[in-house]
């Protein structure tokens, strides 16, 4: 079974510029996630969707970011303008079921953004 | 709040040791508890969940959960040089609402 995959991998960029990173969860997986993660810190979960609606947007700064997941597979997550701050290693999670708070998430390999 | 405390460590043990890392948690509605690990520029894998009080086990791994005193530990038995890593513990809400810990980087020397 294929895991979840994200692109791209890296990403360097000047501040104020926009990013866009894409992620295509487990097959079958209704639930995707959203997390950042700063160095030396937890994830922390930006926005969570089940199938294409939003479940829990509350941490999502939403003057700068935005996601979607149109048709219910994968997500794009974007950020406009990025700010130094925005460094960190962007995670994209699923889980199989509705979300429930047993759900196990299952992680992809991250992008690791860099803003200068 | 629903804040999880890690000690950050580095924790460090040798060989073939039993190492114990823990977590403690706020909110008394948390239903169900995980145990990631992490290598270093890697992302996150699940290797324990647990629901309910008492221990559960899975090999090496042992969690143990404390819901009284809002506390749930990970015992890794017989450690191993490539046990070294962080381990991330995470506390799922009533509402959904994952929350991770720091994480507790751990060392097993050889």
């Known amino acids: 079974e294929a895991g979840v995959a994200q692109s791209p991998r890296y990403k360097i960029i000047e501040k104020r510029q926009s990013v866009a990173f894409w992620c295509n969860p487990i097959?079958?997986?209704?639930?995707l996630y959203w997390y950042q993660q700063i160095l030396g810190q937890g994830p922390k979960l930006l926005i969570q969707f089940q199938n294409n609606g939003v479940v829990d947007d509350s941490q999502l700064p939403k003057d700068r970011f935005s996601a979607e997941r149109l048709k219910g597979v994968d997500s794009t997550l974007k950020i406009q303008p990025a700010k130094l701050e925005d460094s960190a290693v962007y995670l994209c999670?699923?889980?199989?079921?509705?979300?429930?708070?047993?759900?196990?998430?299952?992680f992809g390999p991250g992008t690791r953004l860099t803003v200068l | 709040q629903k804040e999880v405390e890690q000690n950050s460590g580095p924790l460090s043990v040798p060989e073939g040791a039993i190492a114990s890392l823990n977590c403690t948690y706020s909110d008394r509605g948390s239903q169900s508890f995980f145990w990631y690990r992490q290598y270093s520029g890697k992302s996150p894998e699940l290797i324990m969940s647990?629901?309910?009080?008492g221990d559960k086990e899975d090999g090496r791994f042992t969690a143990q959960l404390n819901k009284a005193s809002q506390y749930v530990s990970l015992l890794i038995r017989d450690s191993q040089p490539s046990d070294s890593a962080t381990y991330l513990c995470a506390v799922n809400h009533e509402d959904n609402d994952m929350r991770f810990g720091a994480g507790t980087r751990l060392t097993v020397k050889p």
């Open positions: 647990i629901y309910s009080n």
């Open positions: 097959s079958g997986h209704a639930t």
């Open positions: 999670a699923s889980s199989l079921a509705a979300g429930g708070p047993s759900d196990e998430q299952f």
